[in-house]
C-alpha cells in the first residue's frame, strides 16, 4: 500500500522558518515527481513547489527565493523548506507524487504564520 506522510506543519511568526516533510513508502520513490501543494481557507488548493525525478525544480512566483523543494531519495523523502514566512502562506500542505497515470496525495500538514 502507497502511503505519503507530511510533517512538520505548526505555528510560526511571519518571518520564521518550518520545514516540512513527506516520506513516501510502498513504492519506487526515485520514479515520482514530487509536489508541495497548498489550500487556504476559501481558495483553490495550488501549487507552490515541484521537483522532477531528475531534481528539476519549480516554483509558484509567490514562494521563490524564499521556498526550496528538495528530496533524499535514500530516504524516499521530499522537503520544502519554507523560509521569511508571510502570513499569507497559512494553509494546509499536501505533498504529491505524480508518475504517468498515478497521482498520489498525502493526509496534509497544517501550516499557520501568525504572531
Known amino acids: 500500500q502507497v502511503q505519503l506522510v507530511e510533517s512538520g506543519g505548526g505555528l510560526v511568526q511571519p518571518g520564521g522558518s518550518l520545514r516540512l516533510s513527506c516520506v513516501v513508502s510502498g513504492t519506487i520513490f526515485r520514479i515520482y515527481a514530487m509536489g508541495w501543494y497548498r489550500q487556504a481557507p476559501g481558495k483553490q488548493r495550488e501549487l507552490v513547489a515541484a521537483?522532477?525525478?531528475?531534481?528539476?525544480?519549480n516554483y509558484v512566483d509567490s514562494v521563490k527565493d524564499r521556498f526550496t523543494i528538495s528530496r533524499d531519495n535514500a530516504k524516499n523523502t521530499v522537503y520544502l523548506q519554507m523560509n521569511s514566512m508571510k502570513p499569507e502562506d497559512t494553509a494546509d500542505y499536501y505533498c504529491n507524487a505524480r508518475y504517468s497515470h498515478v497521482d498520489l496525495w498525502g493526509q496534509g500538514t497544517r501550516v499557520t504564520v501568525s504572531g
Open positions: 521537483i522532477t525525478s531528475g531534481g528539476t525544480t
